[in-house]
């Protein structure tokens, strides 16, 4: 499984942005896809998922601001941000879960990653 994040880029606080992941190599409907992100200096930290059923757990600081999808049609999952704050500047990758039953929040259980998109957020 191959993946493609984009749709990065610098914003204001209170700004929106949609990152875009293209998936490759398998069927999304078969995949369970992350969010994570890693901040300078930080441990990477999971953001949210989509189940292959779409259930869509959330990390507490995201939820009610971001918004996880996919077109499984376009092979692609998206992570809407709105009300974008500093606190979210980070790499922002996306992964796939291709064996395990139940969506999972931890990094470990993703077996493929792309390669990132960075997201930075002024005050």
């Known amino acids: 499984v191959q993946l493609q994040a984009s749709g990065g880029g610098t914003v204001q606080a209170g700004d929106s942005l949609r990152l875009s992941c293209a998936v490759s190599?398998?069927?999304?409907?078969?995949?369970?896809i992350g969010w994570f992100r890693q901040a300078p200096g930080k441990e990477r930290e999971f953001v949210a998922a989509?189940?292959?059923?779409?259930?869509?757990p959330y990390a507490d600081s995201v939820k009610g601001r971001f918004t996880i999808s996919r077109d499984n049609d376009k092979n692609t999952v998206f992570l809407q941000m709105n009300s974008l704050i500093p606190e979210d500047t980070a790499v922002y990758y996306c992964a796939a879960d291709s064996s395990t039953y139940w969506v999972s929040v931890s990094a470990s259980y993703y077996d493929s990653w792309g390669q990132g998109t960075l997201v930075t957020v002024s005050s």
């Open positions: 190599g398998s069927t999304l409907s078969r995949l369970h």
């Open positions: 989509i189940s292959r059923i779409s259930i869509t």
